[in-house]
């Protein structure tokens, strides 16, 4: 039997790669602003929807700050208007994108079970989000996802961002608060590991991630390697780690996940 799943978030790169991988299901996506819940309720409605990819949200953690309230609004009071109305309409399958921002920075990978103290005002509305899903439905997953890039990733994310101020610049760079260590996750391992789950019914909490830390300032070689140029880097007097222990990820989904982060970036 074919289900018919809702997707939030279709123009970020993860929903572009779902639009692309579709299976046998059927795929609606949604494209005005999950804070109206009137078009939401109409667009659940007209395409009898069973499945919830909940993707959207405003993550670049610089975007975030800049605007908080509008962040808080959309990542937390959308999910409510979005979480509402699939349990008044008993949606089978719930998923939500959360983060590995929910976590503080512990040296060792982390666990589910490990305590949410976020690391950002991001990660603050995310655990909201999180919790509110914990609270109303019972068939959910909530994927923790750990760090992103692709190829194609926007501007203000930092590897995008990255690339572009070391491609353009004439001078030796100075390059700040990198001394940190992130774990890198394709979208492609994300989009099937979101398939992978649907098929299973998963229901519970999950870290997303590849489960080997890169060190940022790595990174950033490897860019500028690639670009011959130049830089100083100007360390954070505090380093943070966000790591997944991912043993319940793959021994659910079976996945080997890519952890080559060159071909991520180029």
């Known amino acids: 039997m074919k289900l018919n799943i809702g997707v939030t978030g279709y123009s970020g790169s993860l929903g572009k790669l779902i639009r692309k991988n579709k299976s046998k299901n059927n795929y609606f996506f949604y494209k005005n602003d999950i804070r ?7 667009w659940f409605k007209k395409n009898n929807l069973n499945v919830i990819f ?7 953690i610089k975007i975030v700050n800049m605007n908080k309230k509008k962040a808080y609004n959309v990542n ?4 409510k208007n979005i979480v509402d109305i699939s349990k008044s309409l008993n949606i089978k399958w719930f998923f939500l994108a959360s983060t590995s921002h929910v976590y503080k920075s512990y040296k060792i990978p982390i666990k589910e079970n490990f305590q949410t103290i976020p690391i950002s005002y991001y990660g603050r509305t995310k655990l909201l989000a999180e919790k509110y899903v914990k609270k109303n439905l019972k068939n959910y997953c909530i994927g923790r996802i750990f760090s992103t890039s692709n190829k194609n ?6 590897i995008p961002d990255l690339k572009d101020k070391i491609k353009k610049t004439k001078k030796t760079l100075i390059l700040k608060n990198l001394n940190h260590y ?3 996750v394709s979208m492609e391992d994300i989009a099937k590991v979101i398939n992978l789950l649907l098929k299973k019914k998963f229901v519970g909490t999950l870290n997303i991630g590849s489960g080997k830390g890169v060190y940022l300032k790595n990174i950033a070689k490897i860019i500028l390697y690639k670009y011959k140029k130049k830089a100083i880097f100007s360390d954070n007097k505090k380093r943070t780690y966000l790591v997944a222990n991912n043993k319940k990820l793959k021994k659910i989904t079976k996945l080997k996940f890519e952890s080559n982060i060159t071909k991520m970036i180029f």
């Open 36 to 42: 109206n819940r009137k078009k939401l309720l109409t």
């Open 76 to 79: 937390y009071i959308g999910t």
């Open 54 to 60: 909940h993707l959207a949200a405003i993550v670049p």
């Open 153 to 158: 990733q926007r501007k203000n994310y930092l």
């Open 182 to 184: 992130r774990d890198f």
